[in-house]
């Protein structure tokens, strides 16, 4: 069975800081890992990795994932009070015989709240 | 429409009710997925489909709990004699495939809060 453990479970921040969130997992014939942002409840979109090493950037969000010892990492710098939310981590199989190319399976998220 | 809607956003019900919930996918996706989020928890798959057909509903926790697609786009999620444990969020996804394959990034509805009385 698939698995992914996020950590911490929560964090409490004040804007300005640098917060690093985790992410390891568990799962047969891997095919990408994904971070979203949940505010209320729809989870939006942050970013997809599929290749170790490679920094995925996108304003002060980056993200990079190691495939050797399944894990990812999500940074936010300069946190801001906009950037509370629970940060979700999912892995998705490859297409392989068994494999489930579609079916996300979630960690339980972080909590994030940044305060003034 | 510009994203995923789901209807109702909020529904509270009495225990051994049946429920219906509703999702209407970004148009074009051809991909659609049933989650449940219980609080504190990340997303559990329920069900995908792929156009008018189930291609997996391994994640539907028994068979009080039944989806439908018949046009390839809205999507039914139908929950027969509610107990207290189906509380939760219902998200609904869609995504593009590509070659048959999907691409991967699901864009998420605002989900449907189930509250079984």
């Known amino acids: 069975e698939d698995k992914v453990v996020q950590s911490p479970l929560s964090l409490v921040v004040h804007e300005g800081d640098t917060v690093t969130l985790n992410c390891s997992y568990e799962v047969t014939n891997f095919r990408s890992l994904l971070w979203y942002k949940q505010e209320k409840k729809a989870p939006t979109f942050l970013f997809m990795l599929?290749?170790?090493?490679i920094e995925k950037k996108s304003g002060r969000l980056s993200s990079i994932l190691d495939k050797k010892e399944l894990f990812s990492i999500l940074n936010i710098t300069a946190t801001q009070t906009g950037d509370s939310a629970v940060y979700l981590c999912a892995v998705v199989r490859g297409s392989g015989s068994g494999g489930s190319n579609y079916k996300l399976t979630f960690g339980k998220g972080t909590l994030l709240t940044v305060n003034p | 429409g510009a994203g995923v809607s789901q209807t109702p956003s909020n529904k509270v019900t009495e225990k051994g009710k049946y429920v219906e919930l509703r999702c209407d996918p970004i148009?074009?996706?051809?991909?659609l997925y049933w989650y449940r989020q219980s609080l504190g928890q990340g997303p559990e798959f329920l069900i995908y489909?792929?156009?008018?057909?189930?291609?997996?509903d391994s994640g539907l926790p028994n068979d009080r709990f039944f989806a439908v697609r018949p046009e390839g786009s809205v999507s039914t999620l139908k929950i027969q004699r509610t107990e207290r444990g189906d509380s939760a969020v219902y998200l609904c996804a869609s995504s593009l495939t590509w070659r048959g394959v999907n691409t991967g990034e699901l864009f998420f509805g605002e989900g449907s809060r189930l509250t079984v009385l």
């Open positions: 489909f792929q156009g008018t057909g189930a291609a997996d």
């Open positions: 599929t290749s170790s090493g």
């Open positions: 148009s074009g996706h051809t991909a």
